[in-house]
């Protein structure tokens, strides 16, 4: 039984996502809810931001849902800050049960996945997930100051700024549109392969993705070509490329079906991104945003959505420690 | 329903307790399962220590439950260092499902609540919630290095240096004592009062205390007096009594049955201890070496349980932020 995935059985009943200036530029720019071009957000720090573009991502998913937040059983919530602080104070305002989660960069699917869980039993009829990430205040904690201008390294990602927020309900409330539905999760292991560089993120999460996508394949004796799409969180160009491998070497070559949110949401060319998007508000704000309307439309029908997280400290890499990486699976099914 | 606790039904199959030199020499010294009085655990940092508190914690329950690590369905862990390094390394041996978590000093009962409720519906078998706070790796993030030697104000608490760990699995499977049941749970919401003074944790976690405990009397028709023993996570001496004022004013005196983690921990003469112990490990340690086996020898049958966490981070607290608070409450019944 440890080693199976999860039945579940939750529409997603909205989603939001709010974004900076950057993000509104990319490629998938006009499909967001939200931006602000100063990335501020009104307010006076870039954490306080950060925690705004919760609040607004989840008054948004809560506006498109058509519920309030008292229809809420429970917020499962989490960002890259120390302490999770984005979150804390972002949600401050919603009178919900909050589940804190760390999962680094997989929280979107930790807390969907949790989230649809929870929801497929009955526990609550509706629950949330929430995740943020943001450039400056990611900057500011994880690597130097902005204005220091330090030069980045060619596998180095972009943060993503942006939030993104889901509202989960018992399957077959909805009818507007054609119903997403997850239908099956698969919980990620840490997976430490040796990799300490820390502007090479994808390289050390690559592992964590391929151990959860194969183990799922075989759980569920499935093939990649089962599926319409399979999306990593932001493993970037450098590590869906050595995920593109490790999964050929595991028998299971997964083709053009495969993207990566990090690859989707930043023009290469043009952006200056180097190893493309990564942050907790990366898979968040290109599933609310690009993939589950598309589902919805038409254009596939049963995807992987598997987010990926480096759960190292700019702390334990300084103590020498290598990186472990895990990667939370959920699959969705438009219906 | 959004307001309503949640029906649980999950064994504590084990308990295990990692505590330092402090906790040894407290009143409840003889009762914890490992002690290093190092407080180093053999490895070279403090971060690392505290990893290490949580493996052995871990494996202890295993043994303790006589199962082994392929034998979970998922670990629920966390700590309260910078992006959960505590966890994420500890737990790294461990071949096993993990969501990470991060609610502060709450940790402790968030992650008994997921796990109970992921048990109880059968999507594990079996699942462990693993948590801990090392006193050295705490006062070098969130205050100053010990080598400063700066003076504690009155009302600060001594951030405990342990680790708890949990296995919980479907009722009825273990026959030998007492059996140790999750029935109900209630999640806390985030409360936040206007306290920003750092060095005053347990003052502004006794409102979410307050919250949480007043929603499940309400919402289980339940009286203080229908419980042996009331147990928040880490109040203090300071905290506990704020608490159980606002108790009284909103009608459920808690009186003699209620008692705090932190204020059992130490020696209030002689420890120097100051407001009582705190940290993810406190509420875990105490659970785990005390309330757990005397409830199976028959002291208490039936016990509410309520962590309570400050989700701030020292970044957040400069900023000029107030300080928000969690509780989440798990009753357990000696059946």
Redesign the interface.
Known sequence: ???EW?ELNAEILSAASVVGKKEREGPLGERFDLCDMTDRFGVK?W??AESEMQRMALNTALAKAKCRD?????LFA?D??????GS??G??AF??????????CSTSA?GLL?AS??VT?G???RAAAVTSSHYCSAER?YRTPLEYGGQRAPTAQWTVTGAGAFVVGQAGASAEHARVVIRRG?????I?RGINDANNMGAAMAPAAEDTLARYFQATDTRPADYDLIATGDLGFEGGSILCELMQLRGYPLGDRYTDCGQRIYFREGQDVHGGGSGCGCSAVVLAAELIPRMRRGDWKRILFAATGA??????IK?G?NI?A?AHLIELVAE
């Open positions: 039984m440890a080693r999860i720090t954490e306080a008292c229809d809420l059983g429970a989490g890259l800050l120390n302490q999770c602080v804390a104070y949600l401050l009178d919900v049960p909050y589940f804190g989660l760390y999962g680094a930790e949790l869980a929870m039993h526990v609550f009829s904690q698969m919980p990620g292991r840490a430490e759960m190292m400290s700019p702390d334990s103590q420690q472990p895990i």
